[in-house]
């Protein structure tokens, strides 16, 4: 099924590169990159390469939270694979699909940080700006998207994570 295209292929691909420019010129030099599972497992891909062609190669460690049921983003998230002793004593970029009401962000930071994380850093590919989110991204590819968004990792009850776009869910 086509989805109303809210962002390209290659409108993600030029933001993700620059993205990478931003994190790789920042103050924050990461040392480790741990990807939240499971949405944001296209766009992390992406943004490493991106980050290595700026000189930044990173070890990767996945978190596995979990925050949605069905659409509705819930205030609890679940844990299903937190961070182990990797992250200590490191500078850590979170990398995340969606930045929505900000709980997944927020409860991956508390994460590492209890595990002895020196600094975190978000980096997500669409942090929605709401005004009563937890949690702001550091870095965003895109912002103020109100809709319910599909593809390039983030699905809609399991369809549609693997459109190269991002669309609007039917």
Not at 53 to 75: D, N, V
Request: proline share 4%.
């Amino acid at each position: 099924m086509h989805r109303e295209i809210l962002f390209s292929e290659s409108e993600i691909a030029a933001r993700v590169k620059t993205l990478a420019a931003q994190i790789a010129a920042s103050p924050f030099r990461p040392e480790i990159a741990s990807p939240i599972l499971v949405g944001a497992y296209v766009f992390a891909s992406d943004l490493l390469r991106a980050l290595t062609s700026e000189g930044i190669s990173l070890p990767t460690e996945f978190l596995w939270l979990r925050s949605y049921t069905g659409r509705a983003a819930t205030k609890g998230v679940s844990v299903l694979i937190g961070p182990n002793e990797n992250f200590r004593d490191k500078n850590v970029l979170i990398i995340d699909g969606v930045l929505d009401g900000g709980h997944t962000i927020a409860k991956a930071r508390e994460l590492v940080l209890a595990q002895g994380a020196r600094t975190v850093l978000s980096a997500v590919v669409v942090d929605k700006a709401r005004a009563d989110a937890v949690e702001k991204a550091d870095f965003a590819a895109f912002t103020d998207v109100e809709e319910f968004i599909v593809g390039y990792g983030m699905d809609d009850g399991g369809s549609d994570r693997a459109l190269p776009y991002i669309g609007k869910a039917g």
